[in-house]
Every structure is written in C-alpha cells, then in structure tokens.
C-alpha cells in the first residue's frame, strides 16, 4: 500500500522555524511523525493568502518554496523530491519519504502564463486555484460577491496550459460556477485535493453529490479533508459558541510575526490546547465522508488530502499525520478489501498524477 497525503501547509510552518527533523511538540506534521504514519508521500501546499496582492503573493510562495528545498536538503537521508509517480515509487524503494509540491491559490502567478510556466519549472505540480477570496483566474467558494461568475477569460487560458504542462488543476476552495468551468474546459482529470462532502457538513467549501459525480464522470479524485468543520456541522456551532477564535487569530498572528518569540509561540500553543479540549468530531467522520464520498464516486475516485498544519484543531483521534493509519484500520472494519483501502490510501491520487503528468 502506498499511503499519499494531497495536501498539507507544512511549508507555511517551516518559515515559523519548525525543524522537521524532530518531533516537534503542537505539530500536526514532521518527518518523525510521516514515518510513524508509514506516510509514503505527502504534497506540501505553498499557501499565499487572499489578502496579499499578486507581487507579494508571488514573493510569498517563492519564500516558501525555498524553504521546502533547505528542509529536503538538510534531511536527504530521510525524504527526497518527487515530481512523478514513479520517483516516489522509487523513494518508497530507497526507504525516503516524497515530498510533492503543490501551490494554494493561483495570485502568485497574477495574470503570467510565464509565472505559472515557470513554478511548474520549480517543481510544483498542482495549483489550487484560488484561496479565500476571488483572484484573476477564477472565484472562491468563500467570497460573498462573486467576480467573474466562473473562471476569467485569463483562468481559461490558465487551465489550458496546465493541461499542456502536466500541471494538475485543484479545485478546491473555488466556487461552484467555478467548478463547473473547469469540468467543462479542462481536456484532463482534475482533483480537489483536500475538500469534504456537503451532504454530510452544509459547508461551502465542501462539495455537493453533483459536483462530486461530475468531478469522477471526469476521471478526477476528491481527497476527503479532516478539519472538524468541514466534517460536521455540529462543531462549527461548538467552535463559534466557544469564543475563542477572535483570541486564536490574535494569537496566531502574533506568532506568524514573530516566531522566535517563546512567549508569542507559547500563547498560540495554549489557544491550540484550548481548541483540542473542545468536544471534537471522531476520526471516524472521516470514513463517513470517504464512505459517501465512494457511493457517488465509486471507489476509483476517492483519497485523502488532510490540510494538516493547515488546521487550528484535528478531529479526535486524529491528532497528527502519525494517526493516519486509524483512517485506513476503520475502513477495515467497515468491509473494505485490501485492495479498496489502498486505492482510498494514495493509489487513486497516483493514478491520477500519472495520468497528468507529461514527461514521465
């Protein structure tokens, strides 16, 4: 079984100083805990925030990608970079851990097709179109007015070419009238590397049986999310009614610029405590998701993207990317062969980059 990861922010706590070679206390994710996982790849995600215009989105992400490349460089002996499926075939092969690249939010490229052509260059091979809010390629899910109602002009041109590079497009965070763009002008299969199943958590970042069957009738994968409110409902009531994400963002703020500060880093660990005492969704709402996920789908197009170090608080039992296993020891016990678990596992995710990628 080859377990995958399609996403997780790890890169945005790399410039917060984690040293990914230990086992770091409050982190969801370190190579000492992808070993213990028995994680075979993981995609880190450049994130760039909505709130950054397109030059210092684009600084952003190549801050990030660089220091992606000094932590694969000062740990060599225990992961390696993967740009195809079959490198990380071989990784596994070599006993390392692959670490694909993958970008959230298409501002860094603004509106330069040579921008994306060149990230492509750098390594990253999937590109979540657009964040928190719209961008100039296409709208969030997240965004009260829409801008383009849809992909742009320019978004178009963009699917279009990373369809020429064997770029893999990411849909998740983008709207519905988004989605179905993309469906309609991409020539391949698309994923939504780390989205949840809106009958399940009327949530808009998740997607409805519609989109998910429109998405496998494609050849593409949803990657079940494991943050607790997109899980269930319920704790997005629990989260709000316990007043502590005003203070949470302070907090977290307050680290982010300054993260040699023990007593800032020190407070965000407290609001994280804080958060992981909340009466929190079982792991095992992320089977029922992966569940329902396969009864529209089918089993060939359904995996796990888990938006670790991306997430202020992970279901129960599910603390960090060590835990991964539970996932597959609860579909077990729901009736799933071997065969089935590994698919779910990262098999269907490497089918699909295979299926992308252009120069194998």
């Given at each position: 079984m080859f377990i995958l990861d399609s996403h997780c922010d790890t890169p945005s706590q790399i410039l917060r100083l984690r040293d990914l070679s230990i086992d770091n206390g409050h982190a969801q994710v370190d190579i000492p805990k992808l070993k213990k996982g028995g994680v075979d790849a993981s995609f880190f995600a450049l994130y760039t925030p909505a709130s950054l215009d397109s030059g210092a989105a684009c600084r952003k992400a190549l801050e990030l990608l660089a220091a992606v490349y000094d932590a694969i460089e000062a740990n060599k002996d225990s992961v390696a970079l993967a740009l195809t499926p079959s490198q990380a075939l071989e990784n596994k092969l070599n006993?390392?851990?692959?670490?694909?690249?993958?970008?959230?939010?298409?501002?860094?490229?603004?509106?330069?097709?040579?921008l994306l052509r060149l990230f492509y260059r750098m390594g990253v091979r999937y590109l979540t179109l657009a964040h928190s809010d719209n961008n100039e390629?296409?709208?969030?899910?997240?965004?009260?007015?829409?801008?383009?109602?849809?992909?742009?002009?320019?978004?178009?041109?963009?699917?279009?070419?990373?369809?020429?590079?064997?770029?893999?497009?990411?849909?998740?965070?983008?709207?519905?009238?988004?989605?179905?763009?993309?469906?309609?002008?991409?020539?391949?299969?698309?994923?939504?590397?780390?989205?949840?199943?809106?009958?399940?958590?009327?949530?808009?970042?998740?997607?409805?049986?519609?989109?998910?069957?429109?998405?496998?009738?494609?050849?593409?994968v949803i990657q079940i999310n494991f943050y607790?409110?997109?899980?269930?409902?319920?704790?997005?009531?629990?989260?709000?009614?316990?007043?502590?994400?005003?203070?949470?963002?302070?907090?977290?703020?307050?680290?982010?610029?300054?993260?040699?500060?023990?007593?800032?880093?020190?407070?965000?660990?407290?609001?994280?405590?804080?958060?992981?005492?909340?009466?929190?969704p079982s792991y095992r709402k992320i089977v029922d998701h992966i569940d329902h996920a396969v009864s529209i789908a089918g089993i060939d197009h359904v995996g796990i993207g888990s938006d670790f170090d991306g997430i202020e608080v992970t279901p129960d039992g599910m603390e960090d990317i060590s835990c991964i296993g539970k996932v597959f020891d609860e579909m077990r016990a729901r009736g799933y062969s071997e065969e089935e678990i590994g698919k779910v596992a990262g098999g269907n995710f490497l089918r699909l980059l295979d299926e992308i990628v252009v120069n194998k």
């Open positions: 006993g390392l851990v692959s670490i694909f690249i993958g970008m959230e939010n298409g501002s860094p490229i603004g509106k330069s097709l040579s390629i296409c709208d969030s899910c997240s965004a009260p007015r829409k801008r383009w109602h849809g992909l742009s002009p320019f978004g178009k041109e963009v699917i279009a070419e990373m369809n020429r590079l064997g770029m893999l497009v990411d849909v998740s965070h983008i709207s519905d009238e988004s989605f179905y763009d993309v469906i309609e002008y991409s020539s391949k299969p698309v994923a939504a590397t780390h989205s949840c199943c809106r009958a399940l958590a009327d949530h808009p970042r998740n997607m409805s049986d519609d989109m998910i069957r429109a998405l496998a009738a494609a050849g593409g607790p409110v997109f899980l269930d409902s319920g704790f997005s009531v629990t989260l709000k009614d316990s007043g502590i994400i005003e203070r949470g963002d302070k907090a977290e703020s307050e680290f982010i610029a300054d993260p040699a500060d023990p007593v800032k880093r020190a407070a965000w660990y407290a609001v994280q405590d804080e958060l992981q005492s909340l009466p929190r």
